[in-house]
Every structure is written in structure tokens, then in C-alpha cells.
């Protein structure tokens, strides 16, 4: 059967996408292993792809020596000059092997000439089985080898992509996805909870990663990554494509919520409605691609507090109070408004600090002012200070006892209309005294005062914890950490503290039960 090898190279590499050089080499190779299959290990063959006449033509190799010879691999001197081939000591010298039958009257010719030194007569057959089945594995193996290289060149540069394939089969939990040429996976702690797929759906991923191994590459998918967000609003939103809306920060918690901050370039470009697009197209496009995820675009501002207030959106901020040290910010909000801000189970105002990078803790106006009240009572309570003096103090900054008592005298004086030195030790002296007997009307704390002296508990924590049905120190030490966490969606370190701090307060802290949580909680520090 005569075809043309050329046609058939180009025709292969455009199909597997091969370079036609890296298939010619593998012809090479596939013959040059058939024929070491025929001709032995020992000898020095080489094989050559013709372009002309679209053939690969196999050489034998001889090296001459001086005076000893070893017939098929090298020829001494003296033969190299009765055979008129012109070659000196450690010259090479090639001649072609005939092994196709249409060549049988050159390979004839050849022996007649050269067969001393060639010493092919015992070989001169054509390929068998067995070296056609060598060229055969080998042609498979390099193609195949050559084609996983390709496939990871064109896919290593792709991550941090979006690619879009048809889900074909599920193994152990993940997903397979055919994205053309190959196959992806979206192994399963990459998935979204509230996804769900059949083979034959399609579906749009994040390429997380590329690897290459001896199985070939292996194309990483997530569906939960933030990337998969920034680069659905660069498809939908050819202003952050372009650099004119940036988006300065993600925090996603996926499948529920999403928030976005963006910033504009351009005075004349709103970022947020460039996002949202006419109608609220764009955002629309991209909350189907999430599967209905929603989605909160807020501006972005440089004064971290703008950011924060903007970012807590869409609740209102009445006032903000901000430890630069702590990197905390105290978020005062109206009461009306408070659930909105923190959000279900505290998905809001977690999302907005991820967002930020700030600590965020919120109040309630009616909570700060009752707060505030408080302090300034237990101030007017100390001996010698009214009422007038305790707001004074209040303005100046002193917010406890605790503060008052372990304050210098000096210190103390400076305030104006205290009396000087020896009023202010009377007053350091009188907050000591209150200290002391502080513990005295605990008794009659409401359920709610009692909840927010917990270690972790603050007004967003503790109105998570009362829409969970958590509303007394009893309902939280009945329960476990566990079933708090998973009942508040809060953090198992935090609703662990909670839960011990309750035991404490209902006097359990001995008890042996409480003793082997905390030794399974702490990995057996104890």
C-alpha cells in the first residue's frame, strides 16, 4: 500500500495539535527501535526522515579502525581502501539498509559489494510481526506522550482562568468534566454545597491548577474560589476588564453571599452601577452563573472608616469608633436596623470584616446609650463624685471603676472640679471600695445582662445566639460547642469559650463531664 507519509504527518499534527518535528522524530524513533529488533543491540544505526520521498530511511554505521574488524560494526583500514571509501582510522561511514521488499534488487547490489564488511546477508528480510509491533508502541507512546505535553502548555496558562466544559461522570465525590481536548476534575471540597449536577449539564469553573504527572496533566476546577467571582464581573463588566473599575476586594462565602468592593478610575464612572449595569443586568448575569448567589457591590473608600460603614451596607451606621491599635472598629447602629447589619446567623458583618481586614463589633444605639449610662452611674456612686462630676469624667474618658481604682492620684487631679490630690485619693479609694462589692447584686442581672458577661459575647453575638434559641446561660450549658457552632454558623473556638463560660457562671466548672470535653477540646493538654 503506497500513500504519502507527508500528507499524513500534517494531517496528525493538526488534529492532535503536534508539532509536525516532534512527530517526524517519533517515525524516527519507532523505525530505529524495529530495527535494532532486527539487526541487534550492538550495532550503530541511525534513521532518517526523506521530505522528498516522504520515506524514513534507516543507515548502518561502521567505524574504521586500524587493524582489527568487527563485520556490521567496523572495518579496518585496509578494507576502507580495497572498497574505495575513501575514510581514514576513526572516520564513520553510512550505508543505507534496504528492508522493503520494492528495494530488494538494491539490497542485492549491496551485499554483492559490500557484504564482508556489512555482513547483512543473514538479515536481509523484511520487518516481522514482532519489530512492526515495537514501532508500533512506540509511535502510540511518543504521540500520546506529546500530546499530554501539549494539552499542559495550553492549559498551564489558563489558570486562574474561567473554562467551561459538559459534566460527564462523578468518582468518589468529584465531578468530571470534559473541557474539550480533556478532561478537568472539580474535586469535591471545591464544590458548592448548594450545586448540584447530572452528566450532560454544563458548568463553568475556576482553573485553580495544572499539574503534570505520569498520568498525564490533570486540570484542578473550584467553584469556590473568589477568582471565580473577580472573573465572571471581568466578562460581564468590560469596564473592570479594562482597568477602569477596579475590584479592590472580595470576601465570598459561596453558594450564600457575596461582597465586592470596587473603585473607579475614571471621575465620570460610577464603579457600583458599571457593575450592576442598566437594570441590573450584569449583576443578574453573573448571580446565574453563581446559581443565585447574592451578591453586595459597595464602593470602596481609602479612610478605612468610610470603607468599613460602606461595607456593612445595607444597614446604616449612626457612629463609628475606631482602635487603630487593636485594628478594631466599634460600629454604633440604630436599633431598628441592627439585625439587618449583623446579619443571618452573623453572615454580614463577618463578610464586611473579611472585606476590610478590620475587626468589626457592633451595638446598638439604645444599648450604647444604656451603656453609657451605666458608667457614668457607677462614677456619680463613687464617694465624692456627683452627678456633674461623673459626666465630666465621663467626657475626659473614664469608662469604669476598674479605671478610677488604678489610677495615680495625680493623674486623678487633673480633672477639673475634683479638689485636687487628696479629693482624688479619696475617690481612687471609693472606686476600690465599689469593686469590692460589685459581685453583690449579680443576682438579679436579667438573662441577657448575664449572657453579654461571657467571654466573646457582644451585641452581634448575642442577638446570634437569641435568634438560635440560645437566650440563658442554662439553654447554652445544656447544649455543647458543637451544636452551637453548627446551631449560630459562629466560629467552634468561639461557642467553645461561650459554652465554658456559661458552665462557670452555673457553678459547673468542676464538674468531671466538663473536665473531659475540655481535655478532648485542647487535644489533652492537661
Known sequence: MHFDLDKVLEQVSRDKNIDKEILVDTLEQAILSAARKVFGNQRQLEARYNEDTGTVELFLILTVTEDTSDPGVTCTLEESTKHNLGAEVNDEILFQIYYHPDDEEKAVEQEAMYGDILNLKQYRKTFGRIAAQTAKQVIIQRVRQAERETIFREF????????????????????????????????????????????????????????????????????????????????????????????????????????????????????????????????????????????????????????????????????????????????????????????????????????????????????????????????????????????????????????????????????????????????????????????????????EERLLQLDGVDDNVLVILKNSGFETLESIYESDPESISSATGMDFDLCRRIHTGASSDLGFEGDDSDRDFDMLGDGFDE
Request: hydrophobic share 40%; glycine share 8%.
Open 156 to 447: 498551564k496558562d489558563r489558570v486562574d482562568d474561567i473554562i467551561t466544559g459538559v459534566v460527564r461522570r462523578f468518582e468518589k465525590g468529584n465531578i468530571i468534566a470534559d473541557i474539550g481536548r480533556t478532561e478537568a476534575i472539580l474535586p469535591q471540597k471545591e464544590q458548592v454545597a448548594s450545586e448540584s449536577y447530572r452528566p450532560g449539564d454544563r458548568i463553568m469553573a475556576y482553573v485553580k491548577g495544572v499539574t503534570n504527572d505520569s498520568k498525564g496533566p490533570q486540570i484542578i476546577l473550584s467553584r469556590r474560589e473568589e477568582g471565580l467571582v473577580r472573573k465572571l464581573f471581568e466578562m460581564e463588566v468590560p469596564e473592570t476588564y479594562q482597568n477602569i473599575v477596579i475590584i479592590e476586594a472580595i470576601a465570598r462565602e459561596p453558594g450564600s453571599r457575596t461582597k465586592i468592593a470596587v473603585s473607579s478610575r475614571d471621575r465620570d464612572v460610577d464603579p457600583v452601577g458599571a457593575c450592576v449595569g442598566l437594570k441590573g443586568q450584569r449583576v443578574q448575569n453573573i448571580k446565574q452563573q453563581l446559581r443565585g448567589e447574592k451578591i453586595d457591590i459597595v464602593p470602596y473608600d481609602t479612610d478605612p472608616a468610610r470603607f468599613v460603614c460602606n461595607a456593612i451596607a445595607p444597614s446604616q451606621v449612626s457612629r463609628v469608633i475606631v482602635d487603630a491599635a487593636a485594628h478594631t472598629m466599634e460600629l454604633i447602629i440604630p436599633d431598628d436596623q441592627l439585625s439587618l447589619a449583623i446579619g443571618k446567623r452573623g453572615q454580614n458583618v463577618r463578610l464586611a470584616s473579611q472585606l476590610t481586614g478590620w475587626k468589626i463589633d457592633i451595638y446598638s444605639e439604645s444599648k450604647v446609650l444604656e451603656l453609657e449610662e451605666r458608667v457614668k452611674e457607677n462614677i456619680a456612686s463613687i464617694e465624692g463624685v456627683g452627678d456633674d462630676l461623673a459626666e465630666t469624667m465621663f467626657k475626659l474618658g473614664w469608662r469604669s471603676l476598674e479605671e478610677i481604682a488604678q489610677a495615680s492620684p495625680d493623674e486623678l487631679a487633673k480633672i477639673p472640679g475634683l479638689g485636687g490630690v487628696e479629693a482624688a485619693v479619696k475617690i481612687s479609694m471609693g472606686a476600690r471600695i465599689l469593686l469590692e462589692q460589685q459581685d453583690i447584686g449579680d443576682e438579679y442581672l436579667t438573662d
